[in-house]
């Protein structure tokens, strides 16, 4: 697969306004990297990963008409495009992981990057290959406090469009008994599998190709960091039924001009919103059985 680069040349103050825009065309994150004179001086790079698909014409027309908007209050040049290879994509994105330190205690550490944890804290040793799931992206951060605050020992947690496995790993090492972890993309299926062999957390952790259908049973916790989109389809197809009846429902992936409809759509199968959460343009959601 190959992928179309987005590059934007701002300054430091400058970078955030452009990742958050960024942000809503690149599921994947986006990366952000200083110029030799450091972000203070220098200029900053702004990139993102487009995959070249049958949708890439729309989005890349989209993404352009955003950043000519914000170009109206913050002086940037046009962004520049070009082609990568898939293993030029894999090796770029490297150089932008750092050690991520989330919530209370949480801790992703990209697989290459020496760390030494403090006593208490749960790391979980990411290598995301191709597979969604960085740590850095802000719908995967906030799912990541949501486990955090929720998960109890010996829950059983769903992860529906688990990626590379990231959250249903820290859901095993916050102390889940059981998780199910599924994907349509058989990429991330390997790529999650490696990940939770590397964090030792096999016996607890089945990762398996699939979706809702392939979810049998009845989960504590059920975490879906999915475009809204999909959520809404499963939500049709029974997603509520597969919660006990003290369950909690994690979403994200949804814009926050999407947060209304998917709230309705979540009464409509007898589930309610009882906690948000809000970063940059994206929300997730939690719900629970209405009373």
């Known amino acids: 697969m190959e992928w179309l680069e987005?590059?934007?040349e701002t300054t430091g103050e400058g970078a955030e306004a452009v990742a958050e825009v960024l942000s809503r065309f690149a599921s994947r994150g986006v990366a952000i990297e200083a110029g030799p004179e450091g972000p203070a001086v220098g200029p900053?790079?702004?990139?993102?990963?487009?995959?070249?698909?049958?949708e890439l014409p729309q989005t890349r027309q989209r993404l352009e008409e955003a950043l000519w908007h914000l170009s109206q209050i913050l002086p940037i040049p046009e962004p520049s495009f070009r082609v990568v290879s898939e293993e030029e994509w894999a090796e770029a994105w490297k150089a932008?992981?750092?050690v991520l330190h989330l919530g209370k205690r949480l801790v992703i550490r990209p697989s290459w990057l020496p760390y030494i944890p403090a006593e208490g804290e749960v790391v979980v040793d990411l290598d995301p290959g191709m597979a969604f799931g960085t740590g850095?992206?802000?719908?995967?951060?906030?799912?990541?406090?949501a486990l955090e605050e929720h998960v109890r020992p010996g829950m059983r947690v769903l992860d529906l469009g688990t990626g590379s496995g990231i959250l249903a790993i820290a859901a095993a090492k916050l102390g889940a008994a059981?998780?199910?972890?599924?994907?349509?993309?058989?990429?991330?299926?390997?790529?999650?599998?490696?990940?939770?062999?590397?964090?030792?957390?096999?016996d607890r952790v089945q990762v398996a190709e699939g979706s809702l259908p392939q979810a049998r049973g009845l989960f504590d916790l059920i975490v879906v960091n999915i475009l809204a989109k999909v959520i809404l389809e499963m939500l049709q197809q029974g997603l509520a039924a597969?919660?006990?009846?003290?369950?909690?429902?994690?979403?994200?992936?949804?814009?926050?001009?999407?947060?209304?409809?998917?709230?309705?759509?979540?009464?409509q199968v007898g589930l309610k919103v009882v906690a948000r959460r809000a970063m940059d343009e994206w929300v997730a959601?939690?719900?629970v059985r209405a009373a």
Do not use: W
């Open 242 to 267: 597969r919660l006990k009846p003290a369950g909690r429902l994690i979403l994200a992936g949804l814009l926050k001009s999407q947060e209304d409809e998917v709230a309705q759509a979540l009464g």
């Open 6 to 8: 987005v590059s934007v």
């Open 285 to 287: 959601l939690e719900a």
């Open 178 to 202: 059981k998780v199910l972890a599924l994907d349509n993309d058989p990429q991330a299926v390997v790529v999650a599998r490696q990940n939770v062999r590397r964090n030792g957390v096999a």
């Open 136 to 145: 850095t992206h802000p719908t995967t951060q906030m799912c990541l406090l």
């Open 44 to 54: 900053v790079f702004v990139r993102a990963y487009l995959p070249i698909d049958d």
């Open 96 to 98: 932008h992981y750092p």
